[in-house]
C-alpha cells in the first residue's frame, strides 16, 4: 500500500465487535477486533493458535500498529471455543470450521479479499480458507502450522502440544508456565504479569476448556493433513518459523515452502513458536514488505 494512516493507540476494548453465524443447527456469536476500518484499502485478517486463552489481540497485540500505521485495516478473529466466542465441541475438521467462520467474517464486512495471517492453528485455518475460497485470499502468511501428517524427526506428539493438552485437563498456573517455558526460545521475556492475564483468560471460559478436550475425544485429528492439497494455492505465500519451535518441527515449514508453488520460507533463530511475539520488530518489518511488494 501506498498511502500512510494517521497514527491511532488501538486498544482491545475500543475495537472489540461481535457478529452471529450459523454452523450446522447451532448459531454462533462470534468475536473479533477491528482496527482502521472504514480507513483502509486492504485488511490483513490475523488467526490465533490454540492454546488455551488465546485470543487474537494475545496473540498478536505486538504486531498490530505497524500495519495499521502502513494504512492496513487489521481484523483478530476470535475461533469458536476461543476468546469471547461462543464455545462448540467440533468432531470434525477445526481448521475447515474456522476456514468457515471467517467466510462469514469478511462476507459480514464486506470485504471481497483479504490477506491472512495464521499462527499454529490459525495457520492450519487459513490454509483451509484458501482452498475453499481461494479468489477471497490476498497473501498468505503461515507461521508454525498450516498443515499436519506425522514427523519423520520429532516424536508425536510433540513436547509442546502435550504440554497444551494437559494445560486443557488441569488449568493451573503450573501447568501455564510450563507450556509457556517451552512456548518462546527465551522465557526471560514471559512476565508475572502476562502469566496471569492468560491464566485469567483461560478460567473466564471453562466451556471452552472443556469442550476442546471432547472435540479432542470426538477426532483427535482436528487438523487433518493436506499436504497432497498444498499445490492448489495459487495465494503468494510467506512462510515463518522458528528454528528451536517445540509444538510444530520445522519440517513441516519445509513442506509447505516444498508444495505451495509461489511461496517462500523465512526461519528466526533462537526462536520457539511465537514468531510474531519473541521476533516482532523483524517479524513485522518482514510481514510489511511481503504485503507492500
Same mark, same amino acid.
Given at each position: +500500500?501506498n498511502q500512510t494512516a494517521p497514527h491511532r493507540d488501538f486498544t482491545e476494548a475500543t475495537t472489540s465487535q461481535f457478529f452471529t453465524l450459523r454452523e ?34 494475545? #496473540?498478536?497485540?505486538? #504486531? ?11 481484523? $483478530? $478473529? ?57 479468489? %477471497? ?18 516424536? +508425536? ?5 502435550k504440554l497444551i493438552g494437559a494445560l486443557y485437563r488441569d488449568p493451573t498456573i503450573e501447568n501455564l508456565r510450563r507450556m509457556m517455558n517451552v512456548f ?14 492468560r491464566l485469567a483468560n483461560l478460567l473466564a471460559r471453562r466451556d471452552h476448556l472443556e469442550n476442546f478436550v471432547k472435540s479432542s475425544a470426538a477426532n ?23 528454528? #528451536?519451535? %517445540? ?8 513442506? $509447505? ?28 518489518? $518482514? ?7
Amino acid at each position: +500500500m501506498n498511502q500512510t494512516a494517521p497514527h491511532r493507540d488501538f486498544t482491545e476494548a475500543t475495537t472489540s465487535q461481535f457478529f452471529t453465524l450459523r454452523e450446522g443447527e447451532t448459531e454462533l456469536r462470534l468475536h473479533y477486533n477491528d482496527c482502521n476500518p472504514g480507513e483502509a484499502a486492504e485488511a490483513v485478517v490475523m488467526l490465533h493458535g490454540s492454546g488455551p486463552g488465546a485470543t487474537g489481540w494475545a #496473540n498478536f497485540n505486538r #504486531n498490530i500498529a505497524p500495519l495499521t500505521a502502513a494504512g492496513y485495516r487489521v481484523i $483478530l $478473529l476470535d475461533c469458536p471455543g476461543w476468546g469471547q466466542s461462543d464455545s462448540i465441541v467440533n468432531a470434525g475438521s477445526r481448521s475447515e470450521l474456522n476456514a468457515r467462520m471467517l467466510k462469514g467474517l469478511v462476507d459480514h464486512l464486506g470485504l471481497d479479499r483479504v490477506h491472512v495471517i495464521g499462527n499454529s492453528m490459525g495457520g492450519h485455518s487459513a490454509v483451509a480458507f484458501a482452498l475453499a475460497w481461494p479468489e %477471497r485470499v490476498g497473501k498468505l502468511i503461515l507461521m508454525g502450522g498450516g498443515t499436519g501428517g506425522v514427523s519423520s524427526f520429532v516424536p +508425536m506428539p510433540t513436547e509442546g502440544i502435550k504440554l497444551i493438552g494437559a494445560l486443557y485437563r488441569d488449568p493451573t498456573i503450573e501447568n501455564l508456565r510450563r507450556m509457556m517455558n517451552v512456548f518462546v526460545y527465551d522465557p526471560g521475556d514471559l512476565t508475572e504479569e502476562l502469566f496471569e492475564a492468560r491464566l485469567a483468560n483461560l478460567l473466564a471460559r471453562r466451556d471452552h476448556l472443556e469442550n476442546f478436550v471432547k472435540s479432542s475425544a470426538a477426532n483427535p485429528k482436528q487438523f487433518p493433513d493436506v499436504g497432497h492439497r498444498l499445490a492448489e494455492i495459487a495465494a503468494e505465500t510467506l512462510i515463518v518459523w522458528g528454528r #528451536n519451535d %517445540r509444538f510444530v518441527p520445522i519440517e513441516v515449514g519445509l513442506r $509447505l515452502v516444498a508444495g505451495i508453488p509461489n511461496s517462500q520460507l523465512h526461519v528466526f533463530n533462537n526462536c520457539g513458536h511465537w514468531v510474531q511475539w519473541e521476533h516482532h520488530e523483524t517479524f513485522n518489518r $518482514l510481514v510489511l514488505d511481503f504485503l507492500t511488494h
